[in-house]
């Protein structure tokens, strides 16, 4: 969990609003600071209401978020022993196989290998079986935006979240992620899933909790957007190894994907 938020808390912050609301005091004279910005932002009063209605700090949200220390403290040997095990390669090479169509058609139009999504797939939900994470979005990014560390990066998910809503993707019983307010099978931060959201399945949504399709084409697209090269290796060294730090800047875990990859890919 937390992947894209490790990626990308230093851009986020970069891209932050210049006009924020002001952090902290009275939480729900805070929401509807934030509600009439999504409305400036093209969120309809609608949405905003029903995202808002009820919606409390979350204690265990900032509890989660003060105590977090820095999340590869293993060496890479100790932290790919309890990420790639024999049971998630297995597990792994079946769905390479049952979605043998599908990656293959993301391949050639994304370049990125079937191997390398199914890893990252793997690695973040256990291949969508595994905790996506069972928090209400909207009340975890409210909580850490009212929060003066970080207000101006989780006011951006925060209305990026209730954009998801306005756009149809997701209703609200299905914006439930982790304690960053990560979202789906691949695990993406609000912001990222309107950025880099592929509608693969042509259902006219992108749903990145349920459909298979939409997650790995979204996941690709992320890669190849930030300058993934087709066809060229991705290990320690390469510069397709620097592309996936937009996927998470920890070189531990960039390696267990890596690793994960290779032995999916072996024969």
Known sequence: MHTLLAS?????????PAHAAPCGGDFNAFLATIGREAEAQGVSRRVVDAAFAGV??????????????GTFQKSFEQYAATRVSAGRVSRGKQLLQRH?????????QYGVPPELLVAIWGLESD???GDMGSRPVVRTLATLAHDCRRT????????????????????????????AGELG???????????YGVDYDGNGHVDL????????ASTANLLRTNGWQAGAPFTEGTANFEVMREWNRAVVYRKTMALFAARLAAR
């Open 152 to 179: 101006e990066l989780f006011q951006r998910e925060l209305i990026a979240a209730l954009k998801i809503v306005q756009r149809g993707d997701l209703p609200l019983r299905d914006m439930v992620g982790a304690f």
């Open 209 to 216: 909790r349920h459909s298979v399709p939409d997650v790995l």
């Open 100 to 108: 043998a169509a599908l990656l293959g058609r993301i391949e050639r």
């Open 56 to 69: 409390a700090e979350d204690a265990a949200v900032l509890a989660f978020d003060r105590r977090q220390r």
């Open 185 to 195: 099978q691949t695990q993406f931060l609000p912001s990222s899933y309107l950025k």
């Open 8 to 16: 990308l808390l230093i851009l986020l912050a970069l891209a932050a």
């Open 127 to 129: 291949f969508g079986s």
